[in-house]
């Protein structure tokens, strides 16, 4: 008993010190092709602790899903140690179009879970365009970026 109080107070301590904030920019509602909004914060990532598989403010591997052949999905966001996650799993086509854009001034790497051709390295300042594919348009993946990250990017 007394071991596993010990664990459960390590990891909320551990918790409590490794929580990294994301930083990002999105533009919220468009009129006239002009953003109407602009929030701070990350959009369409979460993040998980690294080595823990905790995630904080109740965000990690995304379970939801999105449908891109109704809608492109934008995202980005940064962290200094954490690995992030698109919020979403995506099915609807195929082949999929993935643009990144790298702001960090460290190689930024970037995996397709679930689709083949999609584990990139970006060096630091670059963007990459790349295609990913799965086997039936109900087939789900989604993404992950490797800390240090500094990104934004669009999925078609």
């Known amino acids: ?3 596993s109080v010990k664990k459960l107070l390590v990891i909320g301590m551990s918790v409590m010190m490794f929580t990294i904030p994301v930083y990002a920019n999105t533009n919220i509602g468009m009129a006239n092709n002009k953003s ?38 934008d995202f980005g966001g940064s962290a ?25 001034n460290k190689t930024l790497t970037v995996k397709c879970v679930g689709a083949k051709g999609g584990n990139k390295k970006i060096k630091g300042g670059n963007s990459a365009t790349f295609t990913v594919t799965t086997n039936k348009v109900d087939n789900t993946f989604y993404i992950s970026f490797l800390a240090p990250s500094n990104f934004d990017g669009t999925v078609k």
Do not use: Q
Not at 37 to 63: M, N, Q, W
Not at 89 to 98: D, E, L, P, V
């Open 1 to 3: 008993m007394k071991k």
């Open 36 to 73: 109407i909004a602009t929030v701070a914060g990350d959009y369409g990532v979460g993040f998980e602790i690294p080595g823990t598989s905790v995630a904080t403010r109740g965000l990690g591997k995304p379970t939801d899903v999105w449908n891109i052949s109704n809608e492109p999905y």
């Open 80 to 104: 200094d140690n954490s690995t992030l996650y698109t919020n979403y799993k995506f099915k609807g086509k195929t082949s999929y179009t993935i643009t990144v854009n790298n702001d960090h």
